[in-house]
């Protein structure tokens, strides 16, 4: 068990290196992007593991690029990965994928996480307790300060975003 659900390529999937829409500019020049990570916050608790790795990445890599692009001293707004684990479909005790995951936040955005935290004390059926409808309005409207994409890299046989 791993959380990670490895899938095929879909036909409209992008493929680094190949043909894409996907146009962005280098953003850190030397490839170090230390200074811009969001504090660590665990998947799993002593109640046990949400299976939510493929949200939890997802969401520090767009609060990674929140802080690259705003300033490192920046107090960067932290987003709720439980919220994204629930809403992109994450199944307890087996995952999900990477690209159903960012067409989630693509289309559906994202929250703060102090609108749906992930509390120290909070059982597996709590992290993925029905989300009130007033979250999942509210989570578009973070869809206007994001371009998301993604794309796959094939290495030895294996898909990676």
Known sequence: MSGLIVKPQRAQDKRFGGTTSIVAPVLVADGQWDAFIPHPELQRDSFGDTFGCVSFSAVNCLETMFRQKNNPG??????????????????????????????CILNNGVILDIQWPYLPDMTVAQFYADLPQDLIDNAKAYIRYFTIGHQFIWEIGRAHV
Do not use: C, I, L, M
């Open 74 to 103: 920046v107090v960067a707004p932290s987003f709720s990965e439980r919220f994204t684990a629930k809403q992109s479909g994450t199944v307890p005790g087996v995952g999900n994928d990477f690209a159903t995951v960012a067409d």
